[in-house]
């Protein structure tokens, strides 16, 4: 089992739709959850952090559940400037260093 | 704000020859890391270091060397290029804490022939 799963996608939306991205991490001792944007050969770039009471950014919402060692991101009314690839990231505190990045999910606004 | 700077931005070697990607923070960073990114994949993790001095091998060590001098520098080294070494960098940095957020430098596209 991948340490960070996502779904695998790609999805493609039209403008305006509102779309939900999932992941799952294996590690009940991990500490603290992000997704991040990368744009075609860019590098990625920190979109939110998570945060187990939840929060939002303008059109974006992250949830975080322990319990269920799941995360998501809500993105309503998508742009076309939102096709990118989203990471779900993770951070582990057990052994040291580790930040652990899922696979991605590609994301396609269409007008 | 200069964060993660990586040179350079492309380099075209041949096969067996040897480089050095370069990559400095100016965050005071302790941890940095360089992943390589294959063309509709993943990051995945070549080496880290979790402070001056200490290196230690991620996901896909072998071909590469790395060495942590300075807080601010993180060299990547090719040995001996091959093919398969084709790829994008990244090197990125983030603090010591675990709520701590990493950044990216801008990457280095490398093409071995």
């Known amino acids: 089992r991948k340490e960070v799963e996502q779904d695998p996608g790609p999805f493609n939306v039209p403008e305006g739709a509102t779309v939900a991205f999932n992941c799952t991490y294996s590690?009940?001792?991990?500490?603290?959850f992000f997704w991040y944007r990368q744009d075609c050969r860019k590098e990625p770039k920190l979109l939110m952090s998570?945060?187990?009471s939840g929060n939002e950014d303008g059109r974006f919402t992250a949830q975080l559940n322990r319990a269920s060692q799941y995360i998501s991101l809500l993105i309503r009314d998508s742009k076309l400037s939102d096709s990118a690839t989203y990471l779900c990231v993770v951070n582990d505190k057990t052994g040291g260093f580790k930040t652990i990045f899922g696979a991605g999910t590609r994301l396609f606004v269409k007008a | 704000n200069a964060g993660v700077t990586q040179t350079p931005k492309f380099q075209v070697l041949k096969t067996g020859q040897s480089m050095t990607l370069q990559c400095a923070q100016d965050?005071?960073?302790?941890?940095m890391s360089w992943y390589r990114q294959d063309p509709g994949m993943g990051l995945r993790l070549i080496h880290y270091?979790?402070?001056?001095?200490?290196?230690d091998q991620g996901e896909v060590p072998n071909g590469y060397n790395v060495s942590r001098s300075t807080t601010e520098d993180f060299p990547l080294r090719l040995l001996s290029a091959a093919p398969s070494q084709t790829s994008v960098y990244f090197c990125a940095s983030r603090g010591g804490t675990g709520g701590n957020i990493q950044y990216f430098g801008a990457g280095t596209r490398l093409s071995v022939l």
């Open positions: 998570v945060y187990s």
């Open positions: 590690n009940s001792a991990s500490q603290s």
């Open positions: 965050m005071n960073h302790e941890y």
């Open positions: 270091s979790v402070g001056a001095g200490i290196t």
